[in-house]
Structure formats: structure tokens, C-alpha cells
């Protein structure tokens, strides 16, 4: 399991959003809750939201997640000059293409809407 994100839930709880693979296929969980994400969906979201990363960014390694083929998702933290919070954004890296990065909140919300509208209860 490979915590994505984390919020406060409406009973004032922390919830985390994660991502697990699970016979070959990633699914988003909150909760105790899964929905299995469509194929490609991590790609297609980084690929639309996310930005080239910055490998001479500073920023703070926090986990990171092999997710077969070459590819990796990176959770990291960066603080940048102008920010008081440090942020948690993704990277997304593939052997055939540059590294993409977006706020780790954004990637979170896209992939559960994408696992809820899947599996029909979106």
C-alpha cells in the first residue's frame, strides 16, 4: 500500500488515500474502501495535471512505489520560498518518457473519481 494522500474526514478524523496493486492492476482505497482503477488512469492523470519534473528541485523523498515496467510513482515533499506548509506532490517516472509531477491532493481526487465512475458507483 502507497499512502497518496491524506485529508480530514467530515467526523474531523484523518483518512489517507492510497493506492495498491492487486493481481496486476492498481486500485485506490480509502478508508477500507477499493475501487479499481481504470488501465492507465495513474498515466493519463500525471499526463494531464502534472508538470515536467525538476530533478534539481529540493525537495524531501517520502515513499516510493515500483509499479512494473520501469515505472515508479514517487510521493515527495517540497517547501518552496514563497509556501509556509511544506507541499506533497507525485512524480511520475517512465522508462520512455520525462519525469511528470503534480500535487499529490490532485492526483488523489482524480483517481477516485476515475475508481468510483469505474466500478459504477461514481
Request: glycine share 10%; aromatic share 8%; net charge negative.
Amino acid at each position: 500500500m502507497f499512502k497518496i494522500h491524506e485529508f480530514s474526514s467530515a467526523a474531523g478524523e484523518l483518512s489517507s488515500v492510497v493506492l495498491r496493486a492487486t493481481n496486476g492492476r492498481l486500485e485506490i482505497v480509502v478508508d477500507g474502501e477499493a475501487w479499481p482503477l481504470p488501465q492507465g488512469a495513474l498515466g493519463a492523470v500525471l499526463k494531464r495535471y502534472g508538470a515536467p519534473f525538476d530533478a534539481a528541485a529540493r525537495v524531501a523523498p517520502v515513499a516510493s512505489f515500483a509499479l512494473g515496467e520501469g515505472e515508479v510513482l514517487r510521493h515527495v515533499r517540497h517547501l518552496a520560498g514563497y509556501d509556509v506548509i511544506a507541499r506533497d506532490y507525485l512524480v511520475y517516472e517512465r522508462p520512455d518518457s520525462e519525469a511528470l509531477c503534480a500535487l499529490a491532493a490532485s492526483v488523489a481526487a482524480a483517481l477516485l473519481h476515475l475508481g468510483r465512475a469505474n466500478s459504477g458507483n461514481g
